[in-house]
């Protein structure tokens, strides 16, 4: 079997810039504080990094609002500091992504002041601009997403006309049917492809193509976010030509789609023939799976399948800057070593978000340090690196700190070889070493109920993995040597046969 590329079989490893590591004692994470932990990165054995916003804006969204697609923000350091990041990743075999924006930019962004000047300004239909309806009032039913019910429009008095944002008011839509915009966004990747990066995380990417009638949504979807459900045939178009791009570039770059689609849909679509993403989220499928080993075990079997179908290759989130950590929703530190398994056991790119190999819970923020609009501030709080008072930051940070970090933070957990800590980085390791796990083939096996497992072959390499949603000891019928266990008993050792409560084991057929 030839080896697929990098971003088929390596780990990509999520960073929000704000609360990972701060370089220069303000509170807030940035490029030199990043750079001062690469060692860490190394040592996890992480194969990218995906960067969250860097680049200069109002923070009305907390960089998902682009007032200059070609620069960092001050906040976050220079062009030159991405740069020494980027060599320093690069250096240990690191790749870099960064988050690219295209739906939407800040109302800041020059883009927007010219379009915004008159209607005869020459990209006034860079953004997507409707008189009011007749008789007044917004051109549809549309609402934004962060709006409860508010609509997805803002009226423009001196031009007399409502521009659509499917967020913020603050984030107005590109219209991506005119080609000057396509073009200007082309070479935002362009100068950043140039610049060494080695590919992106498109935000919303299902938003680039909107109905041009622009209708108004159902009444069943009354009060829900349009955006949502935006799923229109305009966006491939856009896609074939954004990969033709990419792939002209050496180093197998890569695009990778956030497709956060209520209600039925199709994900692999976005994958085209191969000539559209390389990787896709489904991120409302893959984050709230119960945690039972039937609900897994189906989950897995439909979404392979529609995968296998079309040729893609899926990936694979338990949390992110987005979403409660998986550790918060699934209640205990032993469920959450168990699902390490099915991240990083399972087929497809897994995308780990930074403090989950810790094991962090959500912050608990009191309402007068509430600072996000969509109310996400609990899993975007800093990163704990030692135990002293400031953890390993020279300032208070811009958030409250996750539960427990005297206890859980990355000094404290990497001085002790059972933590959850070196248990992702056993299983990095063994994925890593592995053709079958990094790759392979998948086969479910016949196991009792509450377990779910499963069989991973490539290249004559083997492996058998097995997940125990329950809290219950359940025995198991596989043989093979323990590669790596929850809590690393018996590593090394023929499989005794029976799986701990809420515990992951991969094997090694003998």
């Not at 005869?120 to 009032?137: A, F, H, I, L, T």
């Amino acid at each position: 079997m030839a080896r697929p590329p990098w971003w088929h079989r390596g780990v990509v490893y999520q960073i929000y810039p704000r609360s990972f590591a701060d370089g220069n004692g303000d509170g807030i994470g940035d490029l030199r504080g990043l750079l001062d932990r690469v060692e860490y990165l190394a040592w996890l054995g992480i194969d990218a990094v995906w960067l969250s916003p860097i680049f200069p804006s109002p923070m009305a969204d907390f960089g998902y609002d682009v007032a200059e697609y070609c620069d960092v923000d001050p906040l976050f350091g220079t062009l030159a500091d991405l740069d020494a990041v980027r060599d320093a990743l690069h250096d240990r075999g690191i790749k870099l992504l960064l988050d690219w924006i295209p739906n939407h930019t800040s109302d800041r962004h020059p883009w927007f002041l010219d379009s915004r000047s008159s209607r005869s300004s020459p990209r006034r239909d860079w953004y997507v601009w409707r008189d009011p309806r007749p008789g007044g009032g917004p051109p549809n039913n549309w609402v934004h997403a962060f709006a409860d019910g508010r609509p997805a429009w803002t009226f423009d008095a001196p031009t007399g006309q409502y521009y659509l944002h499917s967020f913020l008011p603050a984030q107005p839509d590109l219209d991506w049917s005119t080609p000057a915009v396509e073009q200007a966004m082309h070479a935002v990747l362009r100068f950043w492809l140039d610049r060494g990066i080695d590919g992106f995380r498109i935000d919303v990417v299902h938003g680039l193509g909107k109905d041009p009638e622009l209708p108004d949504d159902p009444p069943e979807r009354a009060g829900l976010p349009h955006i949502a459900f935006n799923d229109h045939p305009s966006v491939h178009p856009i896609l074939r030509r954004l990969r033709a791009m990419v792939d002209a570039y050496p180093g197998d770059r890569v695009l990778v789609g956030e497709v956060f689609l209520l209600g039925p849909h199709d994900v692999t679509a976005y994958y085209g023939l191969g000539d559209e993403l390389h990787l896709a989220f489904d991120l409302p499928r893959c984050l709230h799976v119960p945690w039972e080993a039937t609900s897994w075990r189906e989950h897995t079997a439909a979404v392979l399948a529609a995968h296998e179908a079309c040729q893609a290759w899926p990936t694979l989130v338990l949390s992110n800057h987005d979403t409660p950590r998986h550790r918060s929703r699934l209640g205990s530190e032993a469920r959450a070593r168990a699902a390490a398994f099915l991240l990083l056991g399972l087929p497809g790119t897994p995308f780990l978000y930074a403090g989950e190999e810790l094991g962090l819970e959500d912050a608990v923020i009191p309402p007068e340090r509430a600072v996000d609009p969509g109310g996400r501030d609990g899993c975007r709080a800093p990163l704990p690196w030692d135990a002293t008072p400031s953890h390993g930051w020279n300032a208070s940070p811009w958030l409250p700190w996750p539960p427990e970090p005297a206890r859980r933070n990355v000094a404290e957990l990497r001085a002790d070889e059972t933590s959850i800590l070196h248990l992702y980085r056993r299983l990095l390791r063994a994925r890593r070493g592995s053709p079958a796990l990094a790759w392979g083939s998948w086969r479910p096996l016949r196991t009792s109920a509450p377990v779910f497992a499963w069989e991973r072959g490539a290249d004559g390499d083997r492996r058998l993995v097995a997940v125990n949603f329950t809290d219950d000891e359940e025995r198991l019928e596989l043989e093979g040597r323990v590669e790596v266990s929850s809590d690393g008993s018996g590593e090394g050792q023929p499989f005794a046969g029976v799986l701990a409560p809420c515990a992951g084991v991969i094997l090694r057929p003998d």
